[in-house]
């Protein structure tokens, strides 16, 4: 398994509850590249669920998030853009991705991901978190497959109603379990 | 006749688009996903593609949140 994820890229766009916790485990679990992408900083409001610390406040998301993946994994190439994405760049920012995990904050730029990577790659697998929020109700969260597009979550919870490290952590290692389910079973 | 989300039944209809659907379904929120029988379909081809009759037709609603 180490051997076939350590050739592999994954991209991930977005660099906070999702994107961030989604690439430490992908780190984890060994794969050989990260391509990140995210033009904001860490703020205090985000240390409840990104996986960030409080010396990391004010720097930018992509370069201490490299740091804590080169600590996990000093052997991991990381692909860093600090860049506001469009669809314009998507193909690229992450062309050279087997995989794209979605993990924006907001729906509109959900849309436009989905949209964007399977105009332009329809036969790479896009990975998207959708229905995180709220505490509880873990029997709730599936993953759901549309051709070459996976949504994990519950399908209805809203950021409306707070987003809490655990549910979040979840669909974030939900869709990095699936990212490898994908590569593992490609590889066969 | 065709199915939308695993639950609703809708009489299908020569030229039935993915628009037809919404519509008939009264989805009028714009931040979706659409699939016909397990291909995602594109928002370009709302109005275009044909469903065929016995379609399955998955819409999902895109959520805030990452």
Known sequence: MLEILRHKTIGIAGCGGL??????????????????????TVEESN??????FRTDIDKFKVDVLSEHLLAINPDVEIIAHNIELTPAIIPKIFGNADILIEAFDAAENKKWLIETWTKYFPDKPIICGN???????????????MGNIY??????????????????????????????EIL????? | MITVNNRDKLEWHDGMTIRDVL??????????????????????????????????VKVIHIMHGG
């Open chain 1, 19 to 40: 994107g961030s916790n989604s690439a430490v485990a992908l780190v984890r679990a060994g794969i050989g590249s990260l391509i990140i992408a995210d033009y904001d």
């Open chain 1, 47 to 52: 240390l409840d669920r990104q996986y960030y």
């Open chain 1, 131 to 145: 229905g995180i929020a709220g505490y509880g109700e873990t029997d709730k969260l599936k993953v759901i497959k």
């Open chain 1, 151 to 180: 949504f994990c979550g519950d399908e209805q919870t809203d950021s409306s109603i707070g987003l809490f490290s655990a549910r979040v952590a979840i669909v974030a290692n939900m869709q990095a379990n699936v990212a490898i």
């Open chain 1, 184 to 188: 593992m079973e490609r590889a066969k």
């Open chain 2, 23 to 56: 519509n008939s379904m009264k989805y009028n929120y714009s931040l979706i996903v659409v699939s016909v029988n397990g291909k995602p379909i594109h928002l370009d081809d709302y109005d275009i593609l044909k469903i065929p009759d016995y379609a399955d």
